[in-house]
């Protein structure tokens, strides 16, 4: 990616990428050139910006067979968290945005989500089985404060009986602890807690604006102590930069209370890789060359290969012994794999006005 474009860093604060390139669907692209005056301009800081979107249907079909779930819901699009390396990124393009700082300050909110819920679970075709939310982009960033989007879809989850599992870097969780708790108990909840590396200044530029890892095994020690079964997620591991604290952050998580442990090594799909380069080259110009040619390793040449059953974790020696020193760090630790599967037995729609002939 070509580093002239990189967006002057005192508009940017407290974002992960560094431009905002045009996404792939586009055929022209706009650039910031010099007009020839002799006068500056002062441009203001990019703000995040919120967009409302009213969907028709919010449970989503997931038909990847590296993924243990069938459907997700995604109560919003982009994500104000930055992390550089989000392999939702891309995402973006379909709505005519960058995957650069259009995905992390020009979010979509669905606040109507909860009430289309309502509507597909009460469906007579529906049929249980445990729904994920935020394997796309992350449900407790920061937005939810206000929007209260999150919490709503699980009053919807806790009044149906339905089964849900969260993934989260964001402390907001916290909020809602009520319902995931009181979920938790009758086998109807579990979570899983992001954590990419334990050195503080280097997730805060890979995370700009993150929960610091402190802050997210204390979150873990929250959930646990509520009663709600957590996984740390070593994710995404980078190679030849954080894979050197594989055991260092799968012990801090059993510590703190998690039940499992698993791991994702870093994705690079379509538009990431360029972005996440450049952001090596800004941040870690001395380090570049060693992490791109280990995701290289792990691919077989290429940045990033998107095969089934490869792509979370590449191929080859490397990726191998990443891969065994994880195992052996959660065996040491005393955790498991995979949290114990969520129960689908106890869904019932709720008796509404007008559905009363369902008691007969």
Request: charged share 30%; proline share 7%; net charge positive.
């Amino acid at each position: 990616m070509d580093l002239s474009k990189t967006i002057d860093p005192s508009r940017r604060k407290g974002r992960g990428a560094g431009q905002n390139p045009a996404n792939r669907f586009e055929s022209h692209e706009t650039i910031a050139v010099d007009d020839g005056w002799d006068r500056e301009d002062d441009l203001p800081p990019i703000r995040t910006e919120v967009r409302i979107e009213r969907p028709r249907k919010v449970i989503n079909k997931v038909t990847s067979p590296d993924l243990s779930f069938d459907r997700s819901i995604n109560p919003y699009r982009g994500c104000e968290h930055g992390c550089i390396y989000c392999f939702a990124r891309p995402s973006h393009a379909y709505l005519g945005l960058s995957p650069g700082l259009d995905f992390e300050t020009v979010l979509i909110a669905r606040p109507e989500a909860p009430q289309v819920l309502a509507r597909e679970l009460s469906s007579r075709r529906y049929k249980c089985e445990a729904i994920a939310i935020g394997t796309n982009t992350d449900p407790y960033q920061p937005i939810e404060k206000d929007m209260g989007i999150m919490r709503e879809i699980l009053e919807v989850l806790r009044e149906f009986r339905h089964p849900v599992g969260i993934v989260t870097k964001g402390t907001l969780i916290e909020r809602d602890l009520d319902i995931l708790a009181e979920m938790a108990a009758d086998g109807l909840a579990k979570v899983g807690i992001s954590i990419t590396s334990l050195d503080a200044d280097l997730a805060r530029k890979l995370e700009p604006r993150v929960p610091t890892p402190k802050r997210r095994l204390a979150m873990i020690e929250r959930l646990a102590a509520a009663g709600v079964p957590v996984r740390l997620m070593a994710s995404p591991i980078i190679p030849g930069l954080t894979d050197h604290e594989i055991e260092r952050i799968v012990k801090a998580g059993s510590e703190a209370g998690a039940l499992a442990a698993s791991m994702i090594t870093l994705r690079l799909p379509l538009e990431v890789a360029p972005l996440f380069e450049a952001w090596l080259q800004e941040h870690y110009p001395n380090r570049a060359a060693r992490v791109l040619a280990r995701m290289r390793e792990i691919h077989g040449g290429k940045a990033y290969v998107a095969d089934w059953g490869r792509r979370m974790t590449g191929k080859g020696i490397y990726a191998t012994l990443m891969q065994d020193r994880f195992a052996r760090a959660r065996k040491a630790a005393g955790l498991i794999k995979d949290l114990q599967p969520l129960r689908t037995d106890l869904f019932a729609k709720p008796l509404r006005d007008g559905n009363q002939l369902s008691l007969f």
